[in-house]
């Protein structure tokens, strides 16, 4: 088990649990990232900071905070 935050470009996984309360798990669960979901590293910033991940045929993204509340297998 891994974070999502902690996935290299161009790796895969399917989300296993979303972690962290209230409004930052809701927000996760509302841009689609729920358990089951496929999701693929595509872009990083220079300094890791946004990430660009593509799930359910969109791209999305996140805040490295925000991924390190998702499990990835």
Known sequence: MKLLSELSI????KVTAVNGEGAIRRRLFDMGITPGAEVYLRKKAPLGDP????LRGYELT???AEAAHVEIE
């Open 51 to 54: 990430i660009e991940i593509a």
């Open 10 to 13: 161009g790796e895969r996984g």
């Open 62 to 64: 996140l805040r490295k």
